[in-house]
DNA sequence: AGTTGCATCTCGAGC
DNA sequence: GCTCGAGGTGCAACT
């Protein structure tokens, strides 16, 4: 297939946002991108999606993550600019550009479609929660769930309840294996909810994950919080 | 253009993948995942991505996300099944597999190209470092920064030094606002280093970052910690 | 709009 | 390989 023109390549594009379709590109290209951060990169081979609600995503052949990219509700503007094909995208609050100048566009497509699908996901932290709620011994026998998200003045606590004897246990639940800042913040939990009921109340603090690094297991213990190890399954 | 059919999409996407070329599916496609999580996705119409470096992303019309993806590393395998052109790409450690079952294909493409530019970004939390680094009299006047990443128990600290009295000051650097999580990293290192230094000695903690959350700040006064207003620039 | 914490987070550096 | 923390993190839920 023949190289589009530039200009051609302004006039798929366009109509691509007009009609809000995915418009896609690759070519040679420079980014530049100016906003919470900046950022340059030098001339190479990229891929360049445009999405109907703003979102611009600029792809290198390597990574999971785009080298450049702009996030949904971006205004996408294109022109021809010294012979070039240039794509802007830019939004406010924060004041955020993206710019995209293309030596050569090797391909410029638009696809229309439809998808009202929703992605059904398993194995989360609410999958987690819901699994102690239904069996809250995998916590400890006797253990008593009470409430979930109760707000702390360190904030919301994932599983508040109590243990057979009464004493208040705060739950900190992670889907995946932690380190010292999961300990970190169910120290934070624990503290303050000590603070905000009487002075002599106890309140245990139980990290349930799959498992601890030994820096998260050495924090736990000078902090006097225990570990239960549970998975979402 | 023609609808290609299941065999040619199998031609495309496997020439494309030996070739270690970017390759572009659009088309209607049912999503499986299986891993750390499990996910499933109905029939709608989204754009995939392979790269050769075993990468494989699943974009629907919104998000920078993508819906659906692989990692990195992954092997990804094609064939033709019950007339459907079918994507898997899998990795061992963990155990993934992700499934993709194509209904009909718009647009199947490979993409050669070369990209040896690295991405310069500025405005990071590295460059707040040398700020402070260059001008520690932004912490406060007197103060001397001693090392960086001084390990701790707990540990990195972004940067260690002494005020003017002497005493320990551990900075804590972000380069955007910061909330209750930055509050309790810097706390930890606190706590870890007054344990590690004689038990008499007093280490300040000071979080250095444009702005607070009011949560933020109030956990900063409950545990003694200060705080220093300043932007990466 | 701002805050808070999860994420199949990803990524890089250090070990 | 694992650990740890940064990220232009994105994202949803809630205020």
Known sequence: ???PSPEEVCTIVRQ??????????FGRCLVTYSGRAESELGPGDRHVMLKPDGTALVHTDEGHQP?????????????????????????SSPDETLL?????????????????????????EADLKER???EPEIVEPGFTPLATERETPAGAVDIYGEDDDGAAV?????????GPDAVGQLNRYVTALERDLHADATVRGVLVAPSVTDRGRQLLSKNGLEFVAAEPE
């Open 1 to 3: 297939m023949a190289e």
């Open 16 to 25: 691509g946002i007009e009609q809000n379709a995915i418009t896609t590109l």
């Open 67 to 91: 080298v450049n990219w702009q996030p949904p509700g971006c205004v996408h503007q294109v022109r021809v600019e010294d012979e070039q094909f240039v794509l802007e995208s830019t939004r």
């Open 100 to 124: 995209v100048r293309f030596e050569s566009v090797v391909h410029a497509a638009r696809f229309d479609g439809s998808d009202s699908e929703e992605l059904s996901l398993s194995g989360t």
């Open 132 to 134: 102690i709620l239904d």
């Open 170 to 178: 705060v739950i900190e639940l992670k889907r995946r294996r932690v």
